[in-house]
Antibody
Framework: QVQLVESGGGVVQPGRSLRLSCTAS????????LHWVRQAPGKGLEWVAI????????YYADSVKGRFTISRDNSQNTLNLQMNSLRAEDTAVYHC??????????????WGQGTMVTVSS | QSVLTQPPSVSGAPGQRVTISCTGS?????????VHWYQQLPGTAPKLLIY???NRPSGVPDRFSGSKSGTSASLAISGLQAEDEADYYC???????????FGTGTKVTVL
């Protein structure tokens, strides 16, 4: 069964750090770019970051640039998100997402169920 | 702040046809980047519904269709069913932001 499972969420104080992980099963992540997408409570989807298939290219949303770091370990079939200097506005469900190259672009074809991050004092 | 604009809500009776618009700009949809659509049922993760403007993944009913023209795209749901009640999001790529971008989201209600 092809799936992505996130872990590492929880409650953290503003200014502190948290590390999220995502483990893939049923497929190898090696050929795929991977993303983190978040959704604040009652809000829409917000793209957070992307890492290329080999980890050589990384891009971030302006809202997290300089604070979050995306990484991957293809040998362990895992994706990570290191989140530093957390703010209340980072409170959201964080989804790990697989990108698939399709006709006319790249679509997000596999989504994890997400892990909740709450930033609160 | 989303760069793709969708109506907050649309509704229709069972069996009817509803459409959801997704309006972008010359740096995303208008630049030729593909538009993809996702369905998010309550309490679940989003699911890919339409890719590459108008293509359905295996298992998606042909009641769902997508189109694109200029700087906008649309998702149509024909023969509306109760199980279609969900939030729907469009997504593309923006070359100015160097980022994937999502629409603001549309809640579909079946009356």
């Amino acid at each position: 069964q092809v799936q992505l499972v996130e872990s590492g969420g929880g409650v953290v104080q503003p200014g502190r750090s948290l590390r999220l992980s995502c483990t893939a099963s049923g497929f190898s992540i090696s050929p795929y770019a991977l993303h983190w997408v978040r959704q604040a409570p009652g809000k829409g989807l917000e793209w957070v970051a992307i890492i290329s298939y080999d980890g050589s290219q990384k891009y971030y949303a302006d809202s997290v640039k300089g604070r979050f770091t995306i990484s991957r370990d293809n040998s362990q079939n895992t994706l990570n998100l290191q989140m530093n200097s957390l703010r209340a506005e980072d409170t959201a469900v964080y989804h790990c997402v697989r990108e698939r190259r399709v006709v006319a672009g790249d679509a997000f074809d596999i989504w994890g169920q997400g892990t909740m991050v709450t930033v609160s004092s | 702040q989303s760069v793709l604009t969708q109506p907050p809500s649309v509704s229709g009776a069972p069996g009817q046809r509803v459409t959801i618009s997704c309006t972008g700009s010359s740096s995303n949809i208008g630049a030729g980047y593909g538009v993809h659509w996702y369905q998010q049922l309550p309490g679940t993760a989003p699911k890919l519904l339409i890719y590459g403007n108008s293509n359905r993944p295996s298992g998606v009913p042909d009641r769902f269709s997508g189109s694109k023209s200029g700087t906008s795209a649309s998702l149509a749901i024909s023969g509306l069913q109760a199980e279609d009640e969900a939030d729907y999001y469009c997504q593309s790529y923006d070359s100015s932001l160097i980022a994937s971008v999502f629409g603001t989201g549309t809640k579909v209600t079946v009356l």
